[in-house]
């Protein structure tokens, strides 16, 4: 379809427009690209329209010259409106994932690393997907041919900021339908103007008269720290809209239908099991699916999941294939053919709609996979899972007392948050101290020899050692913890926990050896018995250490740093004249 032309001023470059010509790639962008800090933030916004043609069409992305594959065209188009089974009136939010075509690709963004290595490890830009945020609107209108205005607003990036982009939606859309391409023109320069997203730091972002203030998590955040406070010394005006997190959903209203299974269901999510989440409509699907993948924090989520998923989508195939076992993927679906289509599947959760009323709904029941039979099966949860650990009672009493005294839902979220992030750290700290107690010990690390090697996981003496440093010192609850040990073991988190773990404390090991090589006092006295190739071979070490250090992956100090320079042009100095111009050329 041809794009609107927008009014007001353009950015060079950037102008709104149709969905440019097919490429796998991006446009070339210069470091003085007029959306460098727009793309801090999104990769870009499009408006899909439904054609009494084409059915689903994309109608326009901004930038004009962020170009999409064909594929990736169709994707959002299907992903950006609800199926037809949902029969959403009115406006709906809702998420989805999709897969960049050809894999990874180089960011816009330069500081994808320096972000990465601050972020917590779950709110990491993503690598080679998109994460699509979609505000759907579809009312009656007897203007149209069809009788319905049917349209999404949808926001592409690659940070999960779930809350943030959903607030900025409900800001942003209603404004866009009444008086489209101009005010969408204005609200993307606006975002062109944000700071980009620091980890650590409070910012405000200001967008059509509000200003949202938000806080960027950090790594090193505690994550149990309070939500975010308003700036007393900040005097702005409006005063600032504050989001408490940019990225936590309401997990108590997300929850609502199945708490009483949420720690089976948190069970197989540690597992990495797929799961297939059939919901009345996507914002339902989509959020739950989201609430799942979280409940592991701090532990990253490693298995593929979609938020919203259809039978139009690319990897439809791949994804419900019956010749193999079926992939470690999350799927959100609101179409009914799916449970016919995944009836192989070992877990199936079925939700039912929504209850208006304040009590808590009738909750889903576990069920027997070979009750999946049939496309109006009731909701339920079909598993054949036995859980590893008793339910905890505590919980779901404390919860329900809240319901009957009408505690206020944000607070039921902070509980069942903080007892799943509980559960969680109490699996994981057993793990984290046998893991630090494969490092080498400090005084082993001598300046002259390659540092030692970080000795190998050893499940069964994991095993042994949970006798006396089990999670039983930090959870009440009772179960076979031996037996999800020996399944989490095989799963894509143990081996995304595992990689991570061993990569910053070979880091950590480098670092180290740095320290110890530029505290050592006697480097000329080393050197006196060295032949001139080992000598070289110290200075393109350094060096290397030296370059890996300033790219933020070595945790070194700058004074060690400063040392290390010096102690190169020292043994370059010792060097022959022709040696030194090779190091060294002017």
Known sequence: MEGRAGAGSRRAGGGLGAAGPTSSGRAMRTPEAPWERFSAWLECVCVVTFDLELGQALELVYPSDFQLTDKEKSSICYLSFPDSHSGCLG????????????????????????????????????????????????????????????????LVSRLPFVRLFQSLLSLIAPEYFEKLAPCLEAVCNEIDQWPAPVPGQTLNLPVMGVVIQVRIPSRVDRPESSPLKQCAQENL??????????????????????????????????????????????????????????????????????PYFTVHDSEFKELTTRTQAPPNVVLGVTNPFFIKTLQHWPHVLRIGEPKTSGDLPKQVKLKKPSRLKTLDTKPGLYTSYTAHLHRDKALLKRLLKGVQKKRPWDLQSALLRQRLLELTQSFIIPLEHYMASLMPLQQSITPWKSPPQIRPFRQDDFLRSLEHAGPQLTCILKGDWLGLYRRFFKSPHFDGWYRQRHKEMAQKLEALHLEAICEAQNIEAWMKDKSEVEVVDLVLKLREKLIRAQDHQLPVKEMTLQRAQLYIKTVIGSLPKDLQTVLCPP
């Not at 959903?249 to 948190?266: A, G, I, N």
């Open 91 to 154: 406006d709906t939010q809702f998420s989805f994932r999709m897969r960049q075509c050809g894999g990874q690709r180089s960011p816009w963004h330069a500081d994808d690393r320096h972000y990465n290595s601050m972020a917590p490890v779950a709110l990491q830009r993503e690598p080679a997907h998109y994460l699509g945020y979609v505000y759907f609107r579809q009312v009656k209108d007897s203007s149209v041919k069809r009788g319905y205005f049917q349209k999404s607003l949808v």
């Open 237 to 306: 005006l409006p005063a600032p809209v504050v989001l408490a997190s940019v990225h936590e959903l309401d997990l108590f209203r997300c929850f609502r239908p199945v708490l009483t299974h949420v720690q089976m269901l948190w069970e197989l999510m540690l597992l990495g099991e797929p799961l297939v989440v059939l919901a009345p409509s996507p914002d339902m699907s989509s959020e739950l699916v989201l609430a799942l993948t979280s409940c592991l924090q701090p532990l990253k989520f490693c298995c593929d999941f979609r």
